[in-house]
Each structure stands twice: as structure tokens, then as C-alpha cells.
């Protein structure tokens, strides 16, 4: 009923930026919170950053500083921002919504991305 289909990781030095987009589709009547979530190896998926629908913003500690992120509710989209990128940061990225569904009541239901990988390396 509903994809998340992120892009824009890769292979970057350490210090620099990439940005992260994800993009929801289906039949979605409303988008509550979105998130990135990050699973480095042999780690447990943590949080990164998330945004309401009216904007309210809450960061990793240790990516506060460095890290944005943003939406566009008109395009269901989601956006991560990275600057001064560490080798820390390295990991799989995955996107995060609770969307409304089309017939399916007011409720949100919790939807990933297939995870996009960030590799901070020199």
C-alpha cells in the first residue's frame, strides 16, 4: 500500500556532506512523523533524526550540529542533510513514516525504506 524508496548514499571522505532523500508513495491520505534511523554492523538500529508534520525536530546526540533534516509534505518526502560526515557515521540508513492509509481509518502505520548505505571512509 505504501513504498519508501530512499536514495542518495555513497562513498564520501571523512568531512564531507551527502544528502539523503526519501520519497513515500501509495495511497496515503497523511504523513505524521518521518525518520532516518541508521544500523552500523554488528549494532543495533538507533535513531537519527525526526520530524513532525508541523516541522518539531529531534536529533542523535551525536549528530547534532551536523545534521538537518527537513520535508516536503506536498511531495511526501523526507530529507537528510550530512555535513562534516565522520566514519562513525558509516552505516545503513533506513527511512521512517507513520502514514495514514486511504480506507484504513485515522490511524498511522509504521512503513521503512529498503536502507541506503553511508560509507565514510579515506
Known amino acids: 500500500q505504501v513504498q519508501l524508496v530512499e536514495s542518495g548514499g555513497g562513498l564520501v571522505q571523512p568531512g564531507g556532506s551527502l544528502r539523503l532523500s526519501c520519497a513515500a508513495s501509495?495511497?496515503?491520505?497523511?504523513?505524521?512523523?518521518m525518520g532516518w534511523y541508521r544500523q552500523a554492523p554488528g549494532k543495533q538500529r538507533e535513531l537519527v533524526a525526526a520530524?513532525?508534520?508541523?516541522?518539531?525536530?529531534n536529533y542523535a546526540d551525536s549528530v547534532k550540529g551536523r545534521f538537518t533534516i527537513s520535508r516536503d509534505n506536498a511531495k511526501n518526502t523526507v530529507y537528510l542533510q550530512m555535513n562534516n560526515l565522520k566514519p562513525e557515521d558509516t552505516a545503513v540508513y533506513y527511512c521512517?513514516?507513520?502514514?495514514?492509509?486511504?480506507?484504513?481509518?485515522?490511524?498511522?502505520?509504521?512503513?521503512w525504506g529498503q536502507g541506503t548505505q553511508v560509507t565514510v571512509s579515506s
Open positions: 501509495g495511497s496515503i491520505v497523511s504523513i505524521n512523523a
Open positions: 520530524i513532525t508534520s508541523g516541522g518539531t525536530t
Open positions: 521512517n513514516a507513520d502514514v495514514v492509509i486511504l480506507g484504513w481509518g485515522k490511524a498511522g502505520y509504521d512503513y
